[in-house]
């Protein structure tokens, strides 16, 4: 079955690691890939996203992803985390089906920084 | 303020009560859907709409009914819920593929128990 994979569920870091979680599809064709993260207690806000053009997407707070078509992947980095990111991260593909953007999520990671 | 506004936040109901969760967008999107969130299962959509009048089903349908009379709304409905729907509900609204790649805007979430 088509869908969104993360690999990884639960990540620990120390603050001042380097991030990168990955993530991987199973569909053919033109795709829009974002990211979203859910800091605790609150929805989903978008953190990047590609639609077309540079494979590598800067997004907010210092994070960003890189498009790897031949991998089917768009993995998450960033050099240095902080504290604040700890939140929850959904990789999410959007492709068209009917004339509208079907989007499927992965199943997150959950990222906990350690002071 | 651009936003996807969700009521309530937090529902507990007990089995078989109807109920309807509401949800509201300011910015004219086309397409809004529904999506339940569980651990380890990341989103999974419930219903979608691209417009006034035109639903349908998502991944994960069962036991849900929308409706979608005005382009700024599109509520939830459990006609007679039931424990396995005990979940954390985001609606979020997006502009359709065709007009533009766009990225979905989120609700804060509702968090519903039934008991």
């Known amino acids: 079955a088509q869908s969104v994979s993360q690999h990884n569920h639960h990540v620990i870091l120390s603050e001042a690691a380097s991030l990168e979680l990955g993530c991987n599809y199973s569909?053919?064709?033109?795709?829009?890939l974002f990211w979203y993260v859910q800091y605790p207690g609150q929805h989903l806000q978008l953190l990047l996203k590609?639609?077309?053009?540079?494979?590598l997407v800067k997004g907010i707070k210092g994070f960003e992803a890189e498009f790897i078509k031949s991998k089917f992947s768009f993995n998450l980095r960033k050099p240095s985390v902080q504290w604040s990111d700890t939140a929850e991260y959904f990789c999410?593909?959007?492709?068209?089906?009917?004339?509208?953007?079907?989007?499927?999520f992965g199943t997150g990671t959950k990222l906990q920084v350690i002071p | 303020e651009a936003q996807v506004t969700q009521n309530p936040r937090y529902l507990i109901t007990v089995t078989g009560k109807k109920l309807t969760v509401t949800c509201s967008q300011n910015?004219?999107?086309?397409?809004m859907s529904w999506y339940r969130q569980d651990p380890g299962l990341g989103l999974r959509q419930i219903y979608y709409?691209?417009?006034?009048?035109?639903?349908d089903k998502g991944d994960v349908p069962e036991g849900y009914k929308v409706s979608r009379k005005e382009k700024r709304n599109f509520p939830l409905i459990l006609e007679s819920p039931s424990p396995n729907q005990t979940s954390l509900y985001f609606c979020?609204?997006?502009?359709?593929?065709?007009?533009?790649?766009?990225?979905?805007?989120f609700g804060q979430g509702t968090r519903l128990t039934v008991v």
């Open positions: 979020a609204s997006s502009l359709l593929l065709r007009t533009a790649n766009t990225e979905a805007f």
């Open positions: 590609y639609f077309s053009g540079d494979p």
């Open positions: 709409s691209m417009n006034v009048e035109v639903t």
């Open positions: 910015m004219n999107h086309e397409y």
């Open positions: 569909y053919g064709g033109t795709v829009n």
């Open positions: 999410a593909v959007g492709r068209n089906s009917g004339g509208y953007q079907k989007v499927t």
